[in-house]
């Protein structure tokens, strides 16, 4: 693969974190219809005693149109995202990362996290938290809970794998943004916006349209393709870089996995291990998705915990991007 460079306009920087954004709150949108499916049920079972459940249940429908109507500039991303992202893309970008003749830049993690703050810098600050503000919301939400460094660490750089755009390593916001899902097998109807694979040579191959493709059951996550983006980048980039635990990896990851951490899909190709990895993904979803109504971090109060922080899982301090 030759990556084009594609974001010499300051303004898709912009574009970027609008499109990232957007996917944000669809995922949130759909965790609350999900609760909001749950309490209908929960409902019923309390209808037993009070009909006025049934009530807010015909309420929740309303609220489901609104989720409809509001995820249209996302819908089209998706299609191109569901369009490109074929087994032959994923082995392309794959050989690119791998590639000996690629140049990788050298970074520090802190470097590395305020040159992605700086696609936000250029857009507008009232319509979206910036990335850094994003990393340390969920950072300091999964500190706050008491939870391990290790996990602390995990939320301030999860997203970092967004820099690629910097680093030619993407076509386009469809490799680099938006929920994964495996190349290589069905595309599981579980996937949001299932009906655009339609436009994707890969949902007619004779072997990788069918239910394991060049899968077996049980073989495993680590031996599967996802979907290319800044989950499997930044994965790639830290596990050989960083003394980061297999969960902390896998929340890296598969963040982004949403049929399968979130929908249940894809379990067939699991291997054991990958139910303690699915567990890990879960405890972490929420910090994620849910952190950006938090108050807005003091980045400058925060730098000097985070500093030691990243010191004590990266030795080698600057990483090779
Ligand atoms: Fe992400
Ligand atoms: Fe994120």
Redesign the pocket.
């Known amino acids: 693969m030759a990556p084009t460079a594609l974001y010499e306009d300051e303004s898709v920087g912009r574009r970027l974190e609008e499109i ?1 954004d957007a996917i ?1 709150e669809v995922n949130v949108l759909k965790a609350k219809a999900k609760a909001k499916e749950d309490a209908e049920r929960q409902a019923q079972i309390e209808a037993e005693y009070d009909a006025k459940s049934q009530f807010d249940a015909a309420k929740d429908k309303t609220q489901f149109r609104q989720y409809e109507t509001a995820i249209s500039r996302v819908k089209n991303f998706y299609r191109e995202q569901h369009e490109k992202q074929t087994v032959a893309y994923n082995l392309a970008a794959r050989n690119w990362f791998h590639s000996a003749a690629r140049v990788r830049p050298e970074l520090t993690v802190w470097e590395a996290i305020e040159k992605l703050d700086t696609l936000v810098d250029e857009s507008d600050p009232d319509t979206s938290l910036s990335q850094i503000q ?2 340390l919301q ?1 950072a300091e939400a999964i500190r706050r809970d008491g939870k391990p460094r290790w996990m602390q660490l995990t939320g301030l750089i ?2 970092l794998g967004k820099l690629m755009v910097f680093f030619e390593g993407a076509q386009g916001q469809w490799d680099v943004v938006g929920d994964t899902f495996p190349v290589g097998c069905r595309f599981d109807e579980r996937i949001i916006y299932h009906e655009s694979f339609a436009g994707n040579p890969d949902s007619t191959h004779p072997v990788y349209s069918t239910q394991y493709g060049i899968y077996g059951p049980g073989c495993g996550l680590d031996n599967v393709m996802l979907s290319w983006g800044h989950d499997e980048y930044l994965y790639h980039v830290v596990k050989d870089q960083s003394t980061l635990p297999p969960e902390a990896l896998a929340m890296i990851r598969y ?1 982004s996995f949403y049929p399968w951490h979130k929908e249940g899909a894809y379990r067939e190709l699991m291997e054991p291990k990958d139910w303690d990895m699915l567990k890990a993904v879960q405890a972490f979803n929420p910090y ?2 849910y952190s950006k109504s938090d108050d807005v971090p003091k980045v400058e109060e925060l730098k000097p915990y985070y500093l030691e922080l990243i010191d004590e899982f990266f030795p080698q301090k600057k990483i090779k991007w």
């Open positions: 990232s944000d994003h990393l969920s999860h997203d963040h994620d998705l």
